[in-house]
């Protein structure tokens, strides 16, 4: 059976591009362009190579502004078929729940699915929350952190990086699934795949249709630069001296 | 853009998912890729073969040979970026304006022939011949010959800083079906060819000597003795090369433009940030007034040439599609492109050799690689004097100098 995999796409500011006050320390956000959130490339690769194998297709599923049509656009130009957007223009604004259940009320209206892929972060505030609290939403289980994918009919089995070990998991589909930055490196789109992209339909829900109930329980304050302060510790002597007493330095801070 | 330098060009959506794209392709090959081909006088082998994996080397084939059929300003993206991004676009310049050529001016039949395979990025037309020993920047006086036998063509002569011969598989050469001599004007009776060079170089058709150059460059000596051509392989009309000629000149000094602002982008990208990261007297160079105003100065001039180029890359785009060129206003935008491009590039590289002080001679900074790269511009493919001459003469009504 073909199947249908959803990803999870965020278009964020660009992180590189963060202007910092020096004075106040407040991160401003005015004229930082927009990008697609790094890591969901890379859940863009792991689902396209699915599609290769088994056949099916890969929509994108995005909440955001019309802004992140551009991400979208990328998404596509990589090999996406179809695309969603539930548009809404405060996504600041937005708690977990309230992304988490205008995300579900946007699968909700596409196609049916069996997979939705998501990223082990974004990069912008990467929280890691939203994949398990659809999940949750959805009740589906959830396979997190998958550094490989297998499919053997309707079992769902990856690899899954922890701290200090990885472990095999596997369930049944429907699922919800994070990959690991690591699981692939992303294609780059083909000059005809671009073209193509042009001609594909983004479809638009709007963020109040979603039914997403109440107020948001948290709110977004301000956003301020921490400051790091670095050590500067200076060695010195002849190479080899110096490489031992940098290696002894870095075991006493606990690096190595 | 990876670069800190705000994007001036209004870029349509497609074309800045092109432009993600050549970036993207770039980050894999850093600063250390081209300072190791540099090293070692090699080819972007690798480099070329993922370009012509992501269909870019195929840019300007028409879509009836299964390519994209894109125009101008997107090839004018591609050749920006690579430089840009610290690499050198050459091997996909000499392909595109090539192929701006045969698009053209070839016959269906040599179309079929070869521009299917080149969509599909399985050959290369990256090489071209014009340029001889005793007519350098004064073409038309070449004296190379094409004669006629059977359903044949002879060519014999001497060809001389011909680029990638050995690396292409096709090459466009210029030859005199009428001499000189017997033409009513002199750039009557030349006719272009296109060449398969595995042929030729196999049958000793053509041999080529390598030219030991001050960059990384494949340029040959070429001596070209009884080569066999067919027919067919005639690009248009016989003894109307030379118009041919003109016809992708344009498109071509707007390209060389577009290299020459990516390398002053890059210039001046390392500039910003080497005057803010090297410290003397205690604080940044970059605090120095001497210092920042080259780079102030220089990004200015930058940005003006890069909007008259990419202006007459659109104009070149709208107004070939439909067919109404003004040949003269082409010239001009063409010719004005290359010139101030090339002039404010070589000047951003002056800037940095400048500021880098004596890191500018280390390879590790890539400076002085990148200006030696850049220098060529100046004079080739045409020299700088040589389109003040023609702005001289066809654009303001001066005398002919040349
Ligand atoms: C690395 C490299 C790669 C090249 N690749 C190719 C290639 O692939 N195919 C190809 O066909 N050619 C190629 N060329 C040749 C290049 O196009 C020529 O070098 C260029 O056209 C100038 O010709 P020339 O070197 O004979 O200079 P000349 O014509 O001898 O000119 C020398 C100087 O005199 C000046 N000058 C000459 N006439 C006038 C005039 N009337 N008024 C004012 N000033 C004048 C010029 O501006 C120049 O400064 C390449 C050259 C190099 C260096």
Redo the contacts between chains.
Sequence with gaps: MPLSIVVLVKHVYDEGQLKVDAATGLVSLQGVPGKVSTFDRNALEAALRLKQKFGGTVTTLTLGSEEAN?SI??AL?MGVDNAFLVRTDDLLKLDSRQVVEGLAGGLSKMPKWDIVMCAEGSTDVYSSVIPAMLAEKLDVPYLSYLRSIELEGQTLKGDRSLEKRVVTVECELPAVVSVVSEIYEPR?????Q??A??KKQITTFDFRDMNVEGEARYSLEGMFAKAVDRKKVMFEGSPSEVASKLVDSMAKEGLI | MKSGLAETKQLSEQQRLIVESVEELCSKFDDRYWRELDSKGSYPEEFLKSIERLGLAALPVPEEYGGPSLGLREAYLVLENINLNGGNSQPLHGQYYLLFNLTKFASPTLKEKYLTRLARGEMRLQSFALTEPDAGSDTTRISTSAKKKGGEYEINGHKIFISRVMQSDLMLIAARTTPYEEVNKKTEGISLFLVDLRDAISKGQIEAKQIRTIFNSQTYELYIRSLMIPEENMVGEEGRGFRYLLDVLNPERILISAECIGDAKWFVNKCVNYANSRVVFQRPIGVNQGVQFPIASVYSELVAAEALSWQAAGYYDEYSRKGRIDEKLMGAYANISKYLAAECSSKAANVAMDIFGGYSMTRDTDVARKMIENRLYRVAPISQNLVLGYLAHSVLGLPKSY
Excluded: Q, V
């Design positions: 551009k656009r990328e130009a780059i789109p083909t000059l005809l671009i073209m992209a042009m």
